[in-house]
Nanobody, 128 residues
Framework: QVQLVESGGGLVQAGGSLTLSCAAS????????MGWFRQAPGKEREFVAG????????WYAEFPKGRFTIARHNANNTVDLQMNSLKPEDTAVYYC?????????????????????WGRGTQVTVSS
């Protein structure tokens, strides 16, 4: 079992930056690829970025490319999402999730229903 806790959300003006962090419980963190998703009110949970278990491979949705960076630190069981040039449409609850490497290798890193564990989320609000 992997427990995930997100932090770092908050209120920021458009054009500003935030860094979200996801801390995982010890033990089997390195057995999983990790992903960041977001969900705005009335919308489905959407993929933002993902990283392989060894931090070598990263995936991004189209919308955050060039603005967001995912980074994984297996030494302390964390995965961060650096978000720059934030826009009001980035307002959402951001979730981190863990997906088995088997499913990640099947190309399912961006499919929320395939994730094995989720955190409770952290709110990001971008004002215009």
């Amino acid at each position: 079992q992997v427990q995930l806790v997100e932090s770092g959300g908050g209120l920021v003006q458009a054009g500003g930056s935030l860094t979200l962090s996801c801390a995982a419980s010890e033990g089997t963190f390195s057995n999983y690829a990790m992903g960041w998703f977001r969900q705005a009110p009335g919308k489905e949970r959407e993929f933002v970025a993902g990283v392989s278990w060894n931090a070598i491979t990263r995936w991004y949705a189209e919308f955050p490319k060039g603005r967001f960076t995912i980074a994984r630190h297996n030494a302390n069981n964390t995965v961060d999402l650096q978000m720059n040039s934030l826009k009001p449409e980035d307002t959402a609850v951001y979730y981190c999730g863990a997906i088995s490497t088997t499913k990640q290798r099947m190309g399912l890193i961006d499919v929320p229903s395939e994730y094995d564990y989720w955190g409770r989320g952290t709110q990001v609000t971008v004002s215009s």
